[in-house]
């Protein structure tokens, strides 16, 4: 597959439908991209996350940046309400 390795052939095969979403996914605040990074940063895409933990590496993320951190609309320091902007937002839960 367009001179890829037969494993990252196969991996991108697998992810394609997760890969081509990201890519195309509009973003108007940066909540999407520090979602992923964080789950990026402890190995959890693929993967599984708890919540608690996830909100605890979006706001260690989100602080890292001046930008980022005033892009989002509630204080990282609130982990509830972190929590809740997350699951109102970028993760809708069903």
């Known amino acids: ?12 095969a697998q992810s394609r439908a997760f890969l081509e979403s990201i890519e ?3 973003t ?3 909540y999407k991209i520090v979602l992923l990074l964080a789950m990026i940063s402890v190995d959890a895409i693929p993967g599984v996350i708890g919540i608690d933990n996830l909100v605890e ?3 260690r993320f989100a602080a890292r940046y001046l930008k980022v951190r005033a892009d989002f609309s509630v204080d990282l320091g609130d982990a509830e309400g972190l ?3 997350l699951i109102g937002g970028p993760i809708h839960t069903s």
């Open 24 to 26: 195309t996914t509009e």
């Open 1 to 12: 597959m367009n001179g890829l390795p037969q494993a990252e052939a196969a991996a991108f």
């Open 57 to 59: 590496q979006v706001a």
């Open 83 to 85: 929590r809740r902007m």
């Open 28 to 30: 108007t605040r940066s």
